[in-house]
C-alpha cells in the first residue's frame, strides 16, 4: 500500500510540473517525494535546478552542501559522471485506443485517457512511449507500429460508468504483431480513472525484462547504466552479452539470446540512482567484455552458470592459447 501511494504521489507531482513546468514548490514537492523514496541523487539535481533560479535561498544552499557531503561516496561521485545527463535503457513502446472502444468514447475521453498513460508510463526510466490519438483497429495499429520500428504496442479499450472504470491493454510485438499478455484493471470508488492507469503503467513497466549496458570499465569493476530507480540491488547479477546477439523474444515478454555466447557476468556490489557498480566475472579465458556491451538481469529461470555449453567454449578458449604458446 505503501508503496503505491508513493507511486501515485510522484505521479501527481509529475503531472502538476507539466502543467506548471516553473514552479518552484511544485519541484520541492517532487524532490521531497524522491528523498523519501531514498533517490538522494535525484533529490540532490532537483535542489540544484531550483537554486540555480534562487541563489539567495540560504536554506536551500545549505541543503545542497549538506547532500553533496552524504552522496559523495556514490557510484556517480566516484565515477565522475552525470547521471542524469546519461542515457538509461529504454523499450519504446506505441499506443493506441481500440476502434471498438468508440461507444464509450464520450466527449473524446479515449484520447486524455491515451495521454495520460502515456505520461504516466514515461516516469518509469524503462519506457519511452508515444499515443496516436486516433483509435485504429488491430491491424493499423500493428502497421504504424512496425514503420515506427518500435519493440511493443498497446491496444487498450475502456468502459467508464458512473460507479466503475474498466481497461484492458492488450500488449503485441511490434515486429510479429504477436499477443503477448492482456492487463486488465477493473476499479470502482474514488480516483478510479488515475488510480487505473498508473496500476496499469507499473505492470508494464515491472512486466518488462531487465537490461542495461556497460558505461565503462576499470580492470574486474564495471560500470552500468541502471540503478536503485529501476530496482536493482546489491548481489543481483547481470549476464553480458554482445548488443546485435540479444533479440526480443516473439511469444512472451522477454529477451532471447544463445547461451553459448554469453560473455559472462556483473555481481552489483554498489548501486546509486541510475547507475550501479558490480565486479566482473569472464566465461571465456581471453577477454571479450568491452563498454557497449548489452547486459540482461538474471532471473530464477535463468541459470547458466553450469551451462555445458559454456564450459566448452570456456575450454575451446584454453585449449586455443595452450596451441598458439606451444607453436614452436
Known amino acids: 500500500i505503501t508503496r503505491n501511494f508513493a507511486n501515485q504521489a510522484r505521479n501527481e507531482f509529475r503531472r502538476g ?7 518552484k514548490e511544485g519541484q520541492r514537492l517532487y524532490a521531497n517525494v524522491m528523498k523519501t523514496n531514498g533517490f538522494l ?7 540544484e535546478t531550483i537554486s540555480t533560479e534562487k541563489p539567495e535561498d540560504i536554506e536551500m544552499t545549505d541543503e ?5 557531503s552524504i552522496i559523495s561516496d556514490t557510484v556517480s561521485y566516484k565515477w565522475s559522471i552525470d547521471q542524469f545527463l546519461m542515457k538509461s535503457p529504454r523499450f519504446n513502446i506505441e499506443v493506441f485506443l481500440n476502434l471498438s472502444s468508440i461507444p464509450n468514447n464520450k466527449l ?6 491515451g495521454y ?24 493499423t495499429a500493428y502497421k504504424i507500429a512496425r514503420k515506427s520500428d518500435s519493440d511493443y504496442f498497446i491496444l487498450f479499450d475502456f468502459i467508464d460508468t458512473d460507479r466503475s472504470f474498466s481497461v484492458e491493454a492488450k500488449f503485441y510485438h511490434s515486429g510479429t504483431g504477436s499477443l503477448l499478455k492482456i492487463f486488465p484493471l477493473f476499479r470502482t470508488g474514488n480516483q478510479k480513472i488515475v488510480l487505473s492507469l498508473n496500476k496499469l503503467s507499473l505492470m508494464i513497466s515491472e512486466g518488462l525484462p531487465v537490461i542495461s549496458d556497460i558505461i565503462d570499465r576499470k580492470f574486474n569493476k564495471i560500470l552500468v547504466n541502471i540503478g536503485n530507480i529501476q530496482g536493482t540491488n546489491i548481489g543481483d547479477i547481470f549476464y553480458i552479452i554482445r548488443t546485435e546477439d540479444l533479440r526480443l523474444k516473439k511469444d512472451s515478454i522477454g529477451l532471447e539470446f544463445d547461451p553459448s555466447i554469453l ?5 552489483i556490489t554498489k548501486t546509486d540512482d541510475l547507475l550501479s557498480e558490480g565486479i566482473l566475472n569472464k566465461y571465456n579465458f581471453f577477454d571479450l567484455i568491452n563498454p557497449g556491451d548489452s547486459l540482461i538481469k538474471k532471473t530464477d529461470s535463468m541459470d547458466f552458470s553450469e551451462n555445458d555449453e559454456i564450459q566448452t567454449n570456456k575450454n575451446l578458449f584454453i585449449d586455443l592459447y595452450k596451441s598458439i604458446i606451444s607453436i614452436p
Open 64 to 68: 545542497i552542501e549538506i547532500y553533496k
Open 116 to 139: 495520460y498513460l502515456v505520461h504516466s508510463l514515461h516516469g518509469f526510466e524503462n519506457i519511452d512511449a508515444n499515443f496516436n490519438d486516433i483509435p485504429v483497429d488491430f491491424s
Open 263 to 267: 560473455l559472462g557476468e556483473v555481481e
Open 41 to 47: 541523487s535525484k533529490y540532490l539535481s532537483i535542489l
Open 17 to 23: 510540473l507539466l502543467l506548471a513546468p516553473h514552479s
Open 108 to 113: 473524446n475521453e479515449g484520447a486524455y485517457l
